[in-house]
């Protein structure tokens, strides 16, 4: 996906303490501005997603989220968003697409504001940006919400 001109990148992650268990997502600009959350039980998968939701509606102005996740930046990249709609929430193999009161505001979103595009970053590889993000979603996981200033903007 290519970036929309004059893009801010978020980095943002999921984590859980079990599969299913307490989930704690996070999305950051920078180490200063920065919003995490719990989410109690929850998926690895939910936190992910709802990681990029909360950036995606927290921020304004043209986007690039950055995640760990290939189910998040696969569903935007290769449009599995537009399918489901067309096949009234179900996947390609009729089934009920999982998650979908976190999918479904998120795709609106993105839909909407036109100026979002998505970009995946291997995990735990030493990339600072998603390290914090992995850091402050784990956190959140275990209840230690940290305290960061959420932009409303860049």
Not at 11 to 39: K, M, V
Not at 115 to 124: E, I, L, P, T, Y
Request: hydrophobic residues 40%; neutral net charge.
């Amino acid at each position: 996906m290519v970036a929309p001109e004059g893009a801010t990148f978020v980095y943002t992650d999921g984590a859980c303490s079990g599969n299913p268990g307490p989930g704690g997502w996070a999305w950051a600009i920078d180490r200063d501005h920065f919003a995490s959350g719990s989410e109690r039980p929850s998926t690895n998968q939910r936190m992910e997603i709802r990681a990029a939701l909360e950036a995606v509606t927290a921020l304004s102005g043209p986007l690039v989220v950055v995640s760990d996740s290939t189910y998040v930046v696969n569903c935007f990249r290769d449009t599995w968003w537009d399918g489901w709609l067309k096949r009234g929430w179900t996947t390609s193999a009729k089934k009920p697409v999982a998650n979908r009161d976190l999918w479904e505001p998120l795709v609106l979103a993105v839909k909407e504001r036109g100026d979002v595009a998505f970009q995946w970053v291997k995990g735990h590889s030493g990339h600072e940006m998603n390290d914090l993000v992995d850091r402050l979603a784990v956190a959140a996981s275990l209840g230690r919400e940290q305290g960061g200033r959420a932009a409303s903007g860049r």
